[in-house]
């Protein structure tokens, strides 16, 4: 499993986005920390002409769990908004607990790597490490990964979401 504490992770913004806004929102909660320039990593830029990322970065935001409080009440009052949640690893099982007091808001959780099984109905999991030897990038993926982007990409196309065509 890979080290998520380096202080240098812990520094630049809590929280990036791009996106139109009033399109489904992608909430990815990052516990790796990518997205240290005030952008979205560049894998998923491509996703942003039909869908509104919201990227935070956990180590640089350590009340994490009230800024997803945040976001999810201030998409509440629009009956239009779709949300989904992306996450890796370590937080898999903390967010789909969290989430599951938002079950009438959030269509999907989407999991990279979990480190536990976990049983919620609105929760899947998208990509996989490869447990290959010489595979270079130990798990979790990085949320940045290719891979990754496809996986959600995928998964949000069977969900019916028009932003990933």
Do not use: N
């Amino acid at each position: 499993m890979r080290d998520f504490s380096e202080p240098a992770r812990a520094t630049g913004p809590g929280v990036v986005a791009d996106g139109p806004a009033g399109a489904t929102t992608l909430l990815v909660i990052d516990p790796a920390g990518e997205a240290l320039h005030d952008e979205i990593p560049a894998t998923w830029r491509t996703l942003t002409d039909r869908l509104r990322i919201v990227w935070l970065r956990v180590p640089a935001a350590p009340e994490w769990k009230s800024t997803v409080d945040a976001v999810l009440t201030k998409h509440r009052d629009d009956p239009r908004t779709v949300l989904d949640v992306v996450t890796s690893g370590p937080m898999a099982a903390e967010v789909v607990d969290l989430v599951r007091g938002h079950e009438d808001l959030v269509r999907s959780v989407l999991l990279v790597d979990p480190e536990v099984a976990v049983d919620a109905p609105f929760a899947q999991v998208v990509a996989r490490s490869q447990e290959v030897p010489d595979d270079r990038i130990p798990a979790p993926l990085p949320l940045g990964h290719p891979y990754v982007v496809f996986g959600v990409a995928e998964a949000l196309d069977k969900l019916g979401c028009s932003g990933t065509t």
